[in-house]
């Protein structure tokens, strides 16, 4: 099962829209899970992140407009955003933290947020 991001879209400034993504098991089970995103050209950057608890941690670019939430009992991960600037436009994916830092982590489909007018 692949890594699938979904509610990605064009939306003008201030908008909203939100995200989810589905987990495989073995992922999911590795208990905090986060968002990232990259433009082209540019580094990947994480965005938020959620355990099971939840503790929750986010960018601060993002604090304030985004929020993360997950269902355990879907292996799935959400991404509401708010208040969306042309800056938030980029390639969303989600995975977990512990393969993302330890550079194991395997990329799968992302989803794309335009933000303009």
């Known amino acids: 099962v692949q890594l699938q991001a979904s509610g990605g879209g064009l939306v003008q400034p201030g908008g909203s829209l939100n995200l989810s993504c589905v987990l495989p098991e073995q992922i999911f089970s590795l208990n905090q899970m986060g968002w990232y995103r990259q433009v082209p050209g540019k580094e990947r950057e994480f965005v938020a992140s959620?355990?099971?608890?939840?503790?929750?941690h986010y960018a601060e670019f993002v604090k304030g407009r985004f929020h993360i939430s997950r269902d355990n009992s879907k292996n799935t991960i959400y991404l509401e955003m708010t208040n969306l600037q042309p800056a938030d436009t980029a390639v969303y994916y989600c995975?977990?933290?512990?393969?993302?830092?330890?550079?194991?982590?395997?990329w799968g489909v992302g989803t794309l947020v335009t933000v303009s007018s």
């Open positions: 995975n977990a933290p512990i393969l993302v830092q330890s550079k194991a982590a395997t």
């Open positions: 959620i355990t099971r608890t939840p503790t929750l």
